[in-house]
Nanobody, 123 residues
Framework: QLQLVESGGGLVQPGGSLRLSCAAS????????IGWFRQAPGKEREGVSC????????YYANSARGRFTISRDNAKNTAYLQMNSLEPEDTAVYYC????????????????WGQGTLVTVSE
């Protein structure tokens, strides 16, 4: 069964950090672009970051740039999203997704999605 499983979410105070993981099973991430998305209560899902499969190029939404870092470890078949300086506005369910292509641009057609992990930033 092909699936992505996110982990690492939780409750954190403003200014804190979390590292989300996205573990793949049933397929190899080597040839897949990985994207991180989030959906806050009452809002549409938005893209947060993307990492290419060809050269590990990274892309960030303006809201994430400078605070979040996307990475991948193909040997562990896992991708990560390191989130620092978290703000209450970062509260959302975070999803990872995979698309079998080399680059993040043009926007990939993500084929596989995880179930999401909740990040809550609050005092």
């Amino acid at each position: 069964q092909l699936q992505l499983v996110e982990s690492g979410g939780g409750l954190v105070q403003p200014g804190g950090s979390l590292r989300l993981s996205c573990a793949a099973s049933g397929f190899t991430l080597d040839y897949y672009v990985i994207g991180w998305f989030r959906q806050a209560p009452g809002k549409e899902r938005e893209g947060v970051s993307c990492i290419s499969s060809s050269d590990d190029s990274t892309y960030y939404a303006n809201s994430a740039r400078g605070r979040f870092t996307i990475s991948r470890d193909n040997a562990k078949n896992t991708a990560y999203l390191q989130m620092n300086s978290l703000e209450p506005e970062d509260t959302a369910v975070y999803y990872c997704a995979a698309a079998e292509q080399a680059m993040c641009v043009p926007r990939p057609q993500f084929e596989y999605w995880g179930q999401g992990t909740l990040v809550t930033v609050s005092e």
